[in-house]
């Protein structure tokens, strides 16, 4: 997810880090007392993704002050995930992708959840060997896609019962779109903010990001707690992610963008509703 090089933007991202967490107990005790956005559900945090700690921050601008490497995403691209986190934070914030900028996000959502999905084993090792105190909740993964796939799955998706909604995707085998066998914490867990930047999606037999942008959806879709599932989609400029954007996403709810990133929010849509549409 890196490329290039840049101290001084990655020493800046990380003091953005600290001055977020700053106001999270302030913040806190106000959500307290007049109601939370972001309701945490799921099993307890695990060590690797809990706590605003001194420690994390501390560790994550020295991450970022002594590498040479700066993100996919540019500084706009960011800052529209850093606003939300700024209003939502401390939240659940699952990620498909993990990279060197997967510090930054767990900084920026100190004391939530934050989860990370990555389907390069080798890649994965890489950026887990970096975390050297352990602050990264991420998981190894694997996607029943190719990218050569996309139109025939577009093509095929509404004559398949189980693709439609009211639809799950734990263990959902009769959708091939769906995900159906991600570690048990992606659906133990209501996730207030979904960011979908991988995987790799650039090349006919690679993973691509059918399942991913689905997914999203239907999580969105199911949501029992308080607000919108807060969606951002990345590298918006191929065309499987426009296509699965506006298939099931839908541009009625997008609210912003920057670059090749989109923000999609997702209203919650009760199962007794009836709708078997994304869109």
Known sequence: MWAGSV????????????LLVGGLSISSLLRSTSGSRCAFS??????????ATRD???????HYATMSDKPQQ??????ITLTVLKRRAPCNFLVFGLGLDSFMWAAFNAGGRTLFLEE?????????????SRFLNAHAVKYPTEVRQSGELLRKYKSEPGCLPPVEIKGNRRCPLALPDLPAEVYEVEWDLIMVDAPKGYFATAP???????????MGRNRRGEGKTDVFLHDVDRPVERTYAAEFLCEKNKVDGAGRLWHFLIP??????????FC
Do not use: F
């Open 7 to 18: 101290r001084p933007w990655a020493v800046a991202v990380a003091a953005s880090a600290l």
């Open 42 to 51: 799921g099993p307890p945090l695990s060590s690797a993704a809990a706590g």
């Open 56 to 62: 994390q921050l501390t560790e994550t601008i020295l």
């Open 74 to 79: 540019s500084w706009a691209e960011i800052n």
């Open 120 to 132: 390069d084993p080798d890649w994965y090792g890489k950026v887990i060997k970096e975390d050297k």
């Open 208 to 218: 691509g990001r059918m399942g991913a942008i689905y997914s999203a959806a239907v």
């Open 268 to 277: 919650p849509v009760g199962k007794e509703s009836g709708v078997q549409r």
